[in-house]
């Protein structure tokens, strides 16, 4: 079986609020942790590798603002199918990270959720309705 080790992930800036698609290698990832920033300066996210194959993750948190803490045993579940960033507090989604094709596919689906909550809230085009 091949693992792909690019992996991607999706995830909203709680700065500035774009949509930021980074890639990296799970290979390049060492004992120290990696961060992942927006371009506009603020976390996003922390990765890292613990001993043998195990994988941890911290989330900035664009919905509720807290940080959320994963942990994987495995890091090359990360290079196989897509894992979804869950919100602990409001059990939205907050990110996607995974196999970049599949990470592509959520992210195009997350656009169109978000857009239905902000029609939901009516919200359109920044403005109350
Ligand atoms: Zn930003
Ligand atoms: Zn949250």
Redesign the pocket.
């Known amino acids: 079986m091949v693992i792909c080790t690019e992996v991607a992930c999706a995830l909203y800036?709680p700065?500035?609020g774009?949509l930021e698609v980074y890639n990296f290698s799970l290979f390049s990832l060492g004992r120290s942790s990696f961060p992942i920033k927006?371009?506009?300066g603020?976390p996003l996210l922390d990765i890292g590798r613990q001993k043998g194959k195990g994988l941890w993750i911290q989330l900035n948190c664009v919905i509720c603002g807290g940080l959320h803490f994963w942990h994987f045993p495995r890091w090359e579940v990360l290079g196989q199918e897509l894992f979804t960033f869950f919100c602990e507090d409001t059990g939205l989604e907050a990110g996607f990270l995974g196999p970049p094709s599949l990470v592509q596919q959520a992210t195009k689906q997350l656009d169109h959720t978000l857009a239905e909550l902000a029609a939901d809230l009516g919200i359109l085009d920044g403005r109350w309705i």
């Open positions: 800036c700065g500035c774009s927006c371009p506009c603020t």
